[in-house]
């Protein structure tokens, strides 16, 4: 149980072009998700939390105009990189929380996103 | 602000030799702790968690954690490592009241020599 999805795996788009990343829970509803940003050899690194039917919080740094996050249901968020630059080519990994006690996350296995 | 530290950035061990990475954390208050593992090319994967009782736990593979509450750690060990588990190793806090959102350490890169 407990699985989360994220689709594209891997996504090639042109700068100045947008790429929409879904990620979804697949056996469990999340009033909340996290979309992470992992850079080469380094650690994950939170930008934003999304909450279902409600505005998403955005980390210190992150430009919320240009990381879209829309989390319209219980089992889907979706991550949209408006207007791509190569800077932004990075290694995005969503997690569902599990509403409980201790709400644990679970991660998505990531999507590969190259800007070229 | 809260910060959670992994002091091994690359370890490489043989196989059979035991195995201890060092987590460190900084928050005044009540915390939930985990251990993730990224196998080359998958998703993360939990190893083990602490949130309260005995604080040493057990968690799959083999790996176990002590929580040291005085010391703000959260080492995990494993006595005796196969090749398999080369990979990144995590440890994550969040706090236990909140949004409840994970601090991620830099990760310790594992390499088990066969």
């Known amino acids: 149980g407990a699985v989360v999805s994220q689709h594209p795996s891997w996504v090639i788009c042109k700068s100045g072009t947008s790429v929409k990343i879904e990620c979804r829970s697949l056996?469990?509803?999340?009033?909340?998700m996290f979309w992470y940003r992992q850079f080469p050899k380094q650690s994950l690194m939170l930008m934003a939390t999304?909450?279902?039917?409600?505005?998403?919080?955005?980390e210190q740094g992150v430009e919320k105009d240009k990381f879209l996050i829309n989390h319209a249901s219980l089992t889907l968020s979706t991550l949209t990189v408006t207007s791509a630059h190569p800077e932004d080519s990075s290694f995005y990994i969503c997690?569902?929380?599990?509403?409980?006690?201790?709400?644990?996350?679970?991660f998505g296995p990531g999507t590969r996103l190259t800007v070229t | 602000a809260q910060s959670v530290s992994q002091h091994n950035h690359h370890v490489i061990l043989s196989e059979a030799a035991s195995l201890e990475l060092g987590c460190n954390y900084s928050y005044g208050g009540t915390v939930n702790l985990f251990w993730y593992v990224q196998y080359p090319g998958q998703h993360l994967q939990l190893l083990l968690k602490y949130f309260s009782g005995d604080p040493l736990v057990k968690g799959i593979k083999g790996f176990e954690a002590e929580f040291i509450k005085s010391k703000f750690s959260f080492n995990l060990r494993k006595p005796s490592v196969q090749w398999s588990d080369t990979a990144e190793y995590f440890c994550a806090v969040t706090p236990s009241s909140g949004t409840y959102k994970y601090i991620f350490g830099t990760g310790t890169r594992l390499k088990v020599l066969a």
């Open positions: 997690s569902a929380r599990q509403d409980g006690p201790y709400y644990e996350q679970y």
């Open positions: 056996d469990f509803q999340a009033t909340t």
């Open positions: 999304s909450n279902e039917g409600s505005k998403a919080t955005y």
